[in-house]
């Protein structure tokens, strides 16, 4: 077996792939949290009745934050006060849906076992030198992985130990990085050995390596001072700068992420990749200094204005060190931002304020293409949404159409002024838009069930119906989704049960444009055949007999493997190229309609104009454009189309 790394470890036998073997995971969007308490734990206790104020902070930061890792969870804790032969670093891990619940469960349980005397347990002096997790620096992740490797050893945080207080590092991230091969060639070409082939773990090591010279360096530094011993140990500590490690390392860093970390003697930092790929918010007082990925949850946790929320600038970084002084620098210089898109359409919590404008104006974007799906006939059009994502979009979309037809009531009452008689005003005054909740989610399909038939009969009845919410064979059925990605849902569940209703028309819309490129950034999106809107392109290009297309794309893809990746270039566009947004859209509904589906099926995507509209300051499209903005991503869409047409052997049937 001869190892090459491209996307992992990729193993070959007489020049056939025989397995993948994958670097940690892509994976949905992570969510991080940290707190750096100002202050004694003593003062927590007397103003707010706990010393446990930032632990307790910390889960609700999590909780809050549970849409984005439901998979598995951890938190980290420094302990300042501690004495040598004293623990100082503590770390708590579960896996499941129940992660979040789980860890807090299991740290409390260590906080009752180290106090005998449970009135110590009010004593933020005795916790401050004697209880696990009672400490100033809090850290926790969230983990939403669904493909590749798992278990306990890929939560976050992960942690590196030594015992300099100083070179003890601990790291959790919402990130994905599409150049670990790279990175992993430069550490092991340094005489490093990393325990696992992960883009974390790969990390830790190149950071700890820094780390380590960053602090030997201080070291000799002070000694030639005449230092030595404690008083050595401490002016390391408090020379340290976090921030010339973050200079070595994160350059090399190809990828969206937004990385958390602390060390064992007090430094605190967060970093944002330079292209604000991912997001990262913060918030400091005088108590406090908090960063949450997303900017409501700092809100609610502490009850802060939305003003008083500032925005991690991409390529920056926010360094806390041992004695609570925080400052933000550029530790790389900002790219073209290119904030994640999908962010604001589907991942991020709808209660942000910006967020849920936007997501109101992705649903007003689509008045115009659904009136034309409807030919304009409102007064037997039922609106309905599918839980639960899709529902600020839903709202959007109702004053969208409560707009148009107050527009229309106006110009007929202008134009009629003369003639109109009290029932033209009555009917006309009596135009409603018909909003009903027809699609309820209503059961959530076990692990336990067993594949084939049996499951895929329960999972068409994820989703259920309300009978009588439309007239049968007179009104059609709108309905609103966030995005249409994969189309399995559609196909085994909501087109088969909405038809139930017998709507004349059924018109699925999607508040997001055709995901089209699969996502290196830190989602679970990472393979061509898992996008409805690809599968409908190449179903396309050989029903016009225009294989020699695939075949010219595959080619091409290949030849420029050899090339640099700064120097590479997206041909899986021209897949999509011949057709226009309208002719993939009605070849998706042919091929997401189940067989014995009754009603006309009709699907509308938002416009990729729309969604710029609607999310201005947020124009990371990479999924629905093709334009990664960074080298890696152009070059893993060429690999992940190579190995598309390699597996389906596409070309061969021409």
């Known amino acids: 077996l001869v190892r090459s790394r491209g996307l992992g470890d990729v193993y070959k036998r007489q020049g ?8 940690e995971p892509l994976k949905h969007e992570c969510g991080v949290a940290m707190i750096r308490l100002l202050k004694p734990l003593s003062y927590y206790q007397e103003k707010y009745g706990t010393w446990m104020y930032g632990l307790n902070k910390l889960y609700l930061l999590m909780e809050k934050q549970h849409n984005r890792g439901q998979e598995g969870a951890g938190l980290a804790c420094v302990k300042m006060q501690s004495q040598p032969g004293e623990e100082y670093m503590f770390r708590e891990r579960a896996l499941g849906t129940g992660a979040i619940t789980e860890i807090f469960e299991a740290v409390h349980r260590g906080i009752a076992a180290s106090t005998p005397d449970k009135d110590q347990l009010s004593d933020a002096d005795y916790a401050q030198r004697y209880t696990p997790f009672a400490g100033e620096l809090y850290m926790g992740h969230l983990r939403y992985s669904t493909t590749g490797k798992s ?25 994905n990085l599409t150049n670990v091969d790279e990175i992993f060639d430069e550490i092991t070409g340094q005489g490093q050995h990393p325990r696992q082939y992960a883009d974390t773990y790969i990390m830790l090591e190149q950071m ?5 010279r960053e602090a030997d360096k201080m070291h000799d530094l002070l000694k030639a001072e005449g230092l030595q011993g404690t008083e050595l140990t401490r002016a390391i500590e408090d020379r340290i700068d976090v921030a010339n490690v973050l200079r070595r390392t994160s350059p090399a860093w190809d990828g969206g992420y937004v990385i958390c970390g602390v060390t064992g003697s007090g430094e605190m ?5 330079p292209w604000g790929l991912r997001p990262a918010f913060w918030h400091a007082d005088d108590e406090v200094v908090v960063v949450a990925s997303e900017r409501p949850v700092i809100q609610t946790a502490f009850n802060l204005p939305v003003d008083s929320i500032r925005e991690l600038q991409p390529g920056e970084a926010l360094l806390i060190d041992k004695h609570g002084k925080y400052r ?3 530790i790389n210089s900002p790219r073209e931002k290119k904030a994640c898109s999908f962010e604001r359409i589907y991942f991020s919590r709808g209660s942000d304020k910006d967020i849920y404008q936007e997501r109101k104006q992705l649903g007003k974007n689509l008045v115009r293409p659904l009136l034309k799906a409807v030919d304009n006939d409102i007064e037997h059009t039922v609106f309905s949404f599918i839980p639960n994502t899709a529902e600020v979009a839903f709202f959007g979309m109702m004053e969208g159409f409560e707009e148009y037809l107050n527009r229309l009531k106006t110009d007929y009452i202008l134009s009629h002024q003369n003639n109109v008689t009290r029932e033209d005003l009555e009917r006309i005054l009596s135009m409603r838009v018909r909003p009903e909740k027809v699609v309820i989610k209503d059961i959530k399909l076990r692990t336990f069930i067993a594949e084939g038939n049996t499951r895929n009969d329960l999972a068409a009845h994820v989703y259920d119906i309300t009978y009588g919410s439309l007239t049968p064979y007179v009104d059609n059925l709108v309905a609103i989704d966030d995005s249409i990605v994969r189309g399995t849902t559609l196909k085994q569940s909501i087109i088969g049960i909405l038809d139930r209703l017998h709507p004349k028309k059924i018109v699925i819309v999607s508040s997001s444009p055709q995901v089209r490129y699969p996502d290196y950034y830190g989602i679970d999106m990472a393979r061509m055949d ?8 190449i179903a396309l290009l050989q029903e016009r007999r225009m294989d020699d297309l695939i075949l010219d794309v595959y080619r091409r893809s290949v030849a420029q493997r050899s090339l640099p990746k700064e120097e590479m270039t997206n041909y899986v566009k021209e897949i999509y190229a011949p057709f226009t947004d309208e002719e993939i859209s009605a070849k998706i509904a042919r091929l997401l309609t189940p067989a ?3 009603a006309e099926v009709q699907i509308v995507y938002q416009t990729q104009e729309g969604l710029r509209a609607a999310c201005p300051n947020h124009t990371g499209d990479w999924y629905f454009s093709g334009d990664y903005p960074t080298p890696g991503g152009t070059k893993l869409v060429n690999e992940a189309f190579i190995k598309y047409i390699e597996k389906e052997r596409l070309p061969l049937k021409n």
């Open 16 to 23: 056939k792939y025989i397995g993948y073997n994958f670097m």
């Open 151 to 175: 278990g306990l050893s890929y939560v976050h945080p992960v942690l590196r130990r030594d015992n300099w207080r100083v070179k003890n590092l601990c790291l959790c991230g919402n990130f």
């Open 208 to 212: 700890g390596h820094r780390l380590d």
């Open 269 to 273: 930092f967060s970093i944002r990749d």
């Open 328 to 330: 933000t620098e550029t």
């Open 530 to 537: 898992e996008f409805i809107a690809f599968k409908a392109a």
């Open 596 to 598: 014995d589906t009754q």
